[in-house]
T-cell receptor, first 113, second 114 residues
């Protein structure tokens, strides 16, 4: 079975500081990994995905994520946080044979001025 | 949210009533999905469809039904058998069915019970 875990319910960061939102995964075989962001009462917006190749994936709005196979992690990062980055972030995984995504429970990011 | 529309934005259900949530996409995507979102539980898969006139149950299909008569439409019916329907419902689609495909989401419908 495939799954992801987001160990932090909430992350607090000061504006201008780097941010990290953690995600670990469990799949059989090679994973396809995704990050999405959700603003209140809105649908999910795609940020980035890892399929294969470079372990550092760059995405929308200055976000990036690092795939670490040995640690089975796919942490989301941004060098300098903005107040507007405050939202709910979801990590998701799909294995090669799967169709739908398995989502983590989400991490609420709060960036304070 | 562009390309996938969901209606209505808010929906109220009375006891014993069936209600239908609409999902339409103009992306020419083959596959469509319905998820349920509850606070602190992430998204859970209700149904998905890879092709017209075919669909499969997800993890929490009980109390729900779907149809896929047209490529662009994937309506979800919440039946009276669903005893706890209050949630945020999200529709998504992918161009193909490969594992690397990105899912794109609609804006969601919030269902409330009167």
């Amino acid at each position: 079975a495939q799954s992801v875990a987001q160990p932090e319910d909430q992350v607090n960061v000061a504006e201008g500081n780097p941010l990290t939102v953690k995600c670990t995964y469990s799949v059989s075989g090679n994973p396809y990994l995704f990050w999405y962001v959700q603003y209140p009462n809105r649908g999910l917006q795609f940020l980035l995905k890892y399929i294969t190749g470079d372990n550092l994936v760059k995405g929308s709005y200055g976000f990036e994520a690092e795939f670490n196979k040995s640690q089975t992690s796919f942490h989301l990062k941004k060098p300098s946080a903005l107040v507007s980055d405050s939202a709910l972030y979801f990590c998701a995984v799909r294995d090669i044979s799967g169709y739908a995504l398995n989502f983590g429970k989400g991490t609420s990011l709060l960036v304070t001025p | 949210d562009g390309g996938i529309t969901q209606s209505p934005k808010y929906l109220f259900r009375k006891e014993g009533q069936n209600v239908t949530l609409s999902c339409e996409q103009n992306l020419n995507h083959d596959a469509m999905y319905w998820y349920r979102q509850d606070p602190g539980q992430g998204l859970r898969l209700i149904y998905y469809s890879q092709i017209v006139n075919d669909f499969q149950k997800g993890d929490i299909a009980e109390g729900y039904s779907v149809s896929r008569e047209k490529k662009e439409s994937f309506p979800l019916t919440v039946t009276s058998a669903q005893k706890n329907p209050t949630a945020f419902y999200l529709c998504a689609s992918t161009q193909g069915i490969g594992g690397q495909e990105t899912q794109y989401f609609g804006p969601g419908t919030r269902l409330l019970v009167l």
